[in-house]
């Protein structure tokens, strides 16, 4: 499971041990080059995104290191601190960590074709380019809404929260802010867009609301009935359960939708910067982009790829209503310890935590 990790204390002593996987090149060259991938996308996941670069690059090989988000962090910054050379390209659902990065001096400027045509909010002085564009969502089990409208807006949730409280009691789920990087950022949002927020938190209290640190501890318990309603998920994860299971319902919160991207970047100190734009432009490029939407289930953002599930058509239908987070440095405010120790005191006294 990929997650998101907001803040970040001190630099691991150690890098942590990579799940490393090498796809030789398929023209069995056996001096290829070697494009080297620091990632948070599962490589299962990242399979077809690979096979397809390989096909259209066929001398090049592939490694590729699935690790958690603060290690993708850590592992730039101390390769790069020790002189030596680090990944040829960094994918990272940590907004964040990756802004920062770049903020830092750890990326460089890669000046693709495409980046003239990327969404100004998604581009970041060419160094650090969202790649995805991936809704927070309400989502529910269908049976247990039969007959009825699920909540829809955040003002409808805390209604259905207080009528419902003793039927739904522990029935309700979303994620633990003090573990979850994304769902701190998206509560972090929340704050930003929506004034009655503390309201809706003290609401999910009362009905006994269970944290969780991961997507997928959420939407199971809500595909199979034994939670009724998940707040503020992550939507790529969730179409592609709702994909498996005809119970599980979405909404797209109709006052506004919260989006997050993943992030990717060419570090400054990478062994093959080339291939680490080649890779770059392939995550870009209309074929990378089809298959992200296609057979990730991951909203594209290519501007020139069609279908429902990209940032195009979703805001040809749903406008305003999406808020999709800017890659800037204002990300970075979401690493502050002070503010960060501040929100989760006053979300755990909403929520009647001890």
């Known amino acids: 499971m990929i997650r998101l990790l907001v803040f ?10 990579a799940e490393l996987k090498l796809y030789p090149a398929i023209d069995g060259s056996g001096e290829a080059r070697k494009v080297t991938v620091y990632s948070s996308l599962d490589e299962p996941l990242a399979r077809p995104m690979i096979a397809a670069f390989q096909a259209a690059n066929p001398d090049i090989a592939v490694a590729y290191e699935d690790l958690q ?3 993708i962090f850590d592992r730039v910054v101390a390769e ?5 050379v680090t990944a040829d390209f960094a994918f990272s659902s940590s907004m964040d960590l990756q802004v920062k990065l ?4 750890y990326a460089q400027e890669s000046d693709v074709p495409l980046a003239e045509s990327w969404p100004r909010w998604a581009n970041w002085r060419n160094t650090a380019y969202a790649l995805t564009y991936e809704p927070a969502v309400f989502i529910y089990h269908k049976p247990s809404f039969a007959g009825t409208k699920p909540p829809s807006t955040r003002a409808e949730l805390i209604q259905y929260l207080k009528t419902n409280a003793d039927a739904i009691h522990g029935r309700i789920g979303t994620y633990d802010i003090e573990r979850s990087g994304v769902g701190f950022m998206f509560f972090s949002r929340d704050q930003e867009q929506y004034s009655d927020l503390w309201t809706l938190v003290s609401a999910m209290g009362a009905a006994g609301v269970k944290l969780y640190s991961t997507t997928s501890a959420i939407v199971d318990r809500v595909a199979d009935g034994r939670f009724v309603f998940g707040y503020n998920i992550l939507g790529s994860y969730a179409a592609e359960a709702a994909a498996r299971n005809p119970d599980l ?12 991207s993943r992030i990717g970047l060419v570090p400054k100190a990478a ?4 291939l680490g734009r080649r890779y770059l432009e392939f995550f870009m490029s209309a074929e990378g982009q089809t298959i992200m939407a296609q057979q990730l289930q991951i909203a594209a953002l290519n501007p020139d790829v069609t279908g429902d599930n990209t ?4 805001q040809q239908a749903l406008g305003n209503q999406l808020r ?3 890659v800037s440095p204002g990300l970075m405010v979401y690493l502050d310890q002070v503010k960060r120790a501040r929100l989760i005191r006053r979300w755990n006294d909403a929520l009647s935590i001890q």
């Open 8 to 17: 970040l204390t001190v630099l691991l002593a150690t890098p942590a041990l």
């Open 69 to 71: 988000t603060v290690d």
């Open 80 to 84: 790069t601190d020790a002189g030596g």
């Open 102 to 105: 770049a903020n830092d001096g």
């Open 249 to 260: 319902g979405i909404v797209l919160p109709a006052d506004y939708t919260i989006v997050t």
């Open 271 to 274: 062994a093959n910067p080339e």
């Open 311 to 314: 940032a195009n058509a979703m």
């Open 324 to 326: 999709p987070v800017p």
